[in-house]
């Protein structure tokens, strides 16, 4: 069974920095391309950035670009957020999504809280 | 970017009837959609992908139609289960990948 935890989601003062880590299991990770979605309060669905297999392949919405950074280390099945310069508006929870070989998402995460508040 | 815009907003049912849910597309994307499920407090599941491909374990009674720019859900006979906010999602123009935002299915 696939399961995808992530963790690190705190609140955090505007201008700081915050590395989110999702754990994973059931699947052979490093044969997928991993991704970051994210969703405010009540709000709908934002993709938020992409990893390839190897780690070397990087992708962001034009929202983040800049301020955050995917990493995996396949050595140990972990993927990697790091967000730097956090506004309000990166307030949100944030999922750890395993990518399909065409472009879906097939196995989320429980999602785990960032809030931005002064 | 693709934009995918989703209606109605709110879809009003009554468990046993027939739910239609639209999404369209800003511009032609073949059938590269999806469909997600999510209910409160979880996390967003995949039911649909390549526009009529059920997903893994998903229930026949999901399908899902359409090409180029104009994308339908259905449920065929509503379970109280099925009562979730649905988001259609594009993988034709990417980065970004784009959802659309949300139709909610609630109990009438």
């Known amino acids: 069974e696939v399961q995808l935890v992530e963790s690190g989601g705190v609140v955090v003062q505007p201008g700081g920095s915050l590395r989110l880590s999702c754990a994973a299991s059931?699947?052979?990770?490093?044969?997928?391309?991993m991704h970051w979605v994210r969703q405010a309060p009540g709000k709908g669905l934002e993709w938020v950035s992409l990893?390839?297999?190897?780690?070397?392949?990087?992708y962001y919405a034009d929202s983040v670009k800049g301020r955050f950074a995917i990493s995996r280390d396949n050595s140990k099945n972990s993927l990697y957020l790091q967000m730097n310069s956090l506004r309000v508006d990166d307030t949100a929870f944030y999922y750890c999504?395993?990518?399909?070989?065409?472009?879906?998402?097939?196995?989320w995460g429980q999602g785990t809280l960032v809030t931005v508040s002064s | 970017e693709i934009v995918l815009t989703q209606s109605p907003a709110t879809l009003s049912l009554s468990p046993g009837e027939r739910a239609t849910l639209s999404c369209r597309a800003s511009?032609?994307?073949?059938?590269?959609l999806a469909w997600y499920q999510q209910k409160p407090g979880q996390a967003p599941r995949l039911l649909i992908y390549?526009?009529?491909n059920r997903a893994t374990g998903i229930p026949a009674r999901f399908s899902g139609s359409g090409s180029g720019t104009d994308f339908t859900l259905t449920i065929s006979s509503l379970e109280p289960e099925d009562f979730a906010v649905y988001y259609c999602?594009?993988?034709?123009?990417?980065?970004?990948?784009?959802f659309g935002q949300g139709t909610k299915l609630e109990i009438k």
């Open positions: 999602q594009q993988r034709s123009n990417w980065p970004p990948y784009t």
């Open positions: 511009q032609s994307m073949s059938s590269y």
């Open positions: 999504a395993k990518g399909t070989y065409n472009g879906y998402f097939d196995s």
């Open positions: 059931g699947f052979t990770f490093d044969d997928y391309t």
């Open positions: 390549d526009a009529s």
């Open positions: 990893v390839g297999w190897e780690g070397k392949s990087t």
